[in-house]
């Protein structure tokens, strides 16, 4: 064992020691890789740049990269979509052929005879890089993340610093597995319950039964004429049109801070959460917004699908202040993280009135009280499965 390790540069074992012990406390990898980068460079190696590629599971990104520049202040996290993963550049690098192989790649690039055999290497050649060395980082199951680390030290890496820089790399791969472990999860929370479900789930909130009550204005939407579309059109067309009703319905929810709980076929079940003892009237505020919104968004995408040939994506909205049980429920092993109560069922109710009444968007009487903006009152109607005559209301045309 020791004559394995007699050549292993002593500053990296240091720094190898601080992220071991302190360094895994930072739980933002940007404020990591800074810090690590800087100590590399404290303990006498001549680091001038330094590449992490970390997979991920992610509806949009495949993968996420920490560049570290000692020229620069701190280090950046960029992002790769699953569309340059696979692209021509991507598969040429040499991080793609250290991802799929699991070997190291060295470029003494200040060798005259360096061979030229991947693009960047000709570019750091003309940037003053003396030599390039890309590491795999591999986690406990089997993914490959990558580093890769350049200097401009004239000779290039040592037999030693190159030990030293394998050592780290060694460690770093322990401490992006522990990292990304939980940024996968949280990004799947994200993607599948959504934001605050998602961080309610991670703070504990994980057993069945497990909830609140809370008082919420609550967004139930619709898209109409749904079973004939069903029928009359191919998967993937249908599919296409689902994608853009949600995508709209979604940001404009987002944009104006609630959160889309769930898809039931093609309907959208949101709310706006209000804090204890909170006033509505913003929340409504902000619910009105977010309907305009998408009820602008569809439009103008409808003129679009018109154009191209597309069915259009008509829909009802419906938004009623209420409140409701919010937590988990299901099987024991198969659970939902959403809101019930007959708040729910009264906005669901109240959505399907939202067509027969020839509008877009309709609110309960709760809704209109709350809110500031003056809104036009539709008359009193019956809603299936809700006792006593309810008044609805709508935007004002």
Known sequence: MAEAYKHRHQGAAQVVEWMLRDGRHLTHMREFGDEMCRRIVGAGITLSRAFCSVGTLHPQFAASAYVWRRSAQGAMRLVADHDFSKSAEFNSSPIAIVQKTAQTIRRRICDPACPLDFPVIGELRAN????????????????????????????????????????????LALIVELQSTRRIARNL???????????????????????????????????????????????????????????IMVEAVAAEGGETLKFIGDAILAIFELSANEEPSERCAAALRASRAA?????????????????????????????????????????????????VNHASRLEKLASELGREVVTSASFARAAREPLESLGVHRLRGIAEPQEVFALKR
Request: glycine share 10%; aromatic share 8%; charged share 20%.
């Open 189 to 247: 929370l994200d993607a599948y319950v959504g934001h605050r479900a998602g961080e309610r789930v991670l703070s504990g909130a994980i057993t069945r039964g497990s909830r609140e009550e809370i008082r919420a204005l609550i967004w139930f939407a619709d898209i109409r004429g749904f079973t004939t579309l069903a029928d009359s059109l191919d998967r993937a067309t249908l599919v296409s049109l689902l994608d853009d009703y949600f995508q």
């Open 295 to 343: 009820t602008e968004r569809i439009a103008s995408r409808n003129a679009e699908r018109i154009a191209a040939g597309q069915p259009q994506i008509r829909c009802g909205l419906a938004l009623h202040l209420g409140d409701v049980s919010y937590g988990n429920i299901g099987a024991p092993n198969r659970l939902d993280f959403t809101v019930i109560g007959p708040a």
């Open 128 to 171: 003053g890089t003396t030599d390039y060395i890309a590491m795999p980082m591999v986690c406990s199951s089997g993914l490959v993340n990558s580093i890769t680390w350049q200097t401009d030290k004239a000779g290039g890496f040592t037999d030693e610093e190159i030990e030293g820089l394998k050592t780290i790399a060694d460690a």
